[in-house]
């Protein structure tokens, strides 16, 4: 399996950008998957996960804010981020299968390489 992110930045308060993730070996569409960030000296958080029945999670700190969305025919995942602020600023990893999450704790199987995305003016 591989999960292979992209779409990072760097942009100011307020902006949008859009993350993308292609899998290979993996069926995005038969699975739990989505994002997670790492930011440093911060605990890890699920930012957002799609089921495989199409309903959407978010984390609190980002709802109404970001969407997650996945394109069955090029199974590949995205992450829409709109009114940033420089508390999202992390490294943002597509995940999958995500096995289990409840409240600050997931568990999945793979990991993509992560990407960087800066807000800051």
């Known amino acids: 399996v591989q999960l292979q992110a992209s779409g990072g930045g760097s942009v100011q308060p307020g902006g949008s950008l859009r993350l993308s993730c292609a899998a290979s070996?993996?069926?995005?569409?038969?699975?739990?998957v989505g994002w997670y960030r790492q930011a440093p000296g911060k605990q890890r958080e699920l930012v957002a996960a799609?089921?495989?029945?199409?309903?959407?999670k978010y984390g609190d700190s980002v709802k109404g804010r970001f969407t997650i969305s996945g394109d069955n025919a090029k199974n590949t995942l995205s992450l829409d981020m709109n009114s940033l602020k420089p508390e999202d600023t992390a490294v943002y990893y597509c995940?999958?299968?995500?096995?289990?999450?409840?409240?600050?704790?997931?568990?999945?199987?793979?990991r993509g390489q992560g990407t960087q995305v800066t807000v800051s003016s």
């Open positions: 995940i999958g299968p995500i096995r289990y999450y409840w409240s600050s704790v997931f568990e999945y199987d793979y």
């Open positions: 070996g993996l069926n995005m569409s038969a699975n739990t």
């Open positions: 799609i089921t495989f029945a199409g309903y959407p």
